[in-house]
T-cell receptor, first 115, second 113 residues
Framework: GENVEQHPSTLSVQEGDSAVIKCTYSDSASNYFPWYKQELGKGPQLIIDIRSNVGEKKDQRIAVTLNKTAKHFSLHITETQPEDSAVYFCAATSTYGGSNYKLTFGKGTLLTVNP | NAGVMQNPRHLVRRRGQEARLRCSPMKGHSHVYWYRQLPEEGLKFMVYLQKENIIDESGMPKERFSAEFPKEGPSILRIQQVVRGDSAAYFC???????????FGPGTRLTVL
């Protein structure tokens, strides 16, 4: 089955700096890669996603890049703000066996933005 | 436009009791997924249901766990004879179709004493 590795597990940045979180996946059949933000005591909230026919996607301060050959994808947050502090999860789904609904998550990155 | 609703938000049970977790999908969504999150871990897929059908329960323990999504009413995740290892946050997600973006609810945090 799919395996997703996420790094780093914790990340501390100063307000205004950029933050980058990286994930690798094992299944070359994976074709959908969402990123979720989870605040304490809340459910995961989708912040951006990318499909395998696209190499990069941007939404204001957030961007995701995908390298299918190397099987890794990254989340980039620019001009970080204290309210960006949360746990961020990457995930992947595979088309193998028709299971294009089964999200496999990384273990998360705790991002702290210091004022 | 209400999102995915889950209740209760917190549930405390003693070992051996039953836990029932409820999930109401977003309006217009007929696909429901349950995930479990252990402390400091990512979410793990448990089961995928459509109205009245279990599509994939490969991530759900064979014993004590069951799920349903009836024609009317919320989806239910049922854990019988709970043990301490069942303590976790259980999240429900929904989507309009298979393979579509999944939107998560706030979760139910189960504590087994």
């Amino acid at each position: 089955g799919e395996n997703v590795e996420q790094h780093p597990s914790t990340l501390s940045v100063q307000e205004g700096d950029s933050a980058v979180i990286k994930c690798t996946y094992s299944d070359s059949a994976s074709n959908y890669f969402p990123w979720y933000k989870q605040e304490l005591g809340k459910g995961p909230q989708l912040i951006i996603d990318i499909r395998s026919n696209v190499g990069e996607k941007k939404d204001q301060r957030i961007a995701v890049t995908l390298n299918k050959t190397a099987k890794h994808f990254s989340l980039h947050i620019t001009e970080t703000q204290p309210e960006d502090s949360a746990v961020y999860f990457c995930a992947a789904t595979s088309t193998y066996g028709g299971s294009n609904y089964k999200l496999t998550f990384g273990k998360g990155t705790l991002l702290t933005v210091n004022p | 436009n209400a999102g995915v609703m889950q209740n209760p938000r917190h549930l405390v049970r003693r070992r051996g009791q039953e836990a029932r977790l409820r999930c109401s999908p977003m309006k217009g969504h007929s696909h429901v997924y349950w995930y479990r999150q252990l402390p400091e871990e990512g979410l793990k897929f448990m089961v995928y249901l459509q109205k009245e059908n279990i599509i994939d329960e490969s991530g759900m323990p064979k014993e004590r766990f069951s799920a349903e999504f009836p024609k009317e009413g919320p989806s239910i995740l049922r854990i019988q004879q709970v043990v301490r290892g069942d303590s976790a946050a259980y999240f429900c997600a929904s989507s309009p179709g298979q393979g579509d973006t999944q939107y998560f609810g706030p979760g139910t945090r189960l504590t087994v004493l």
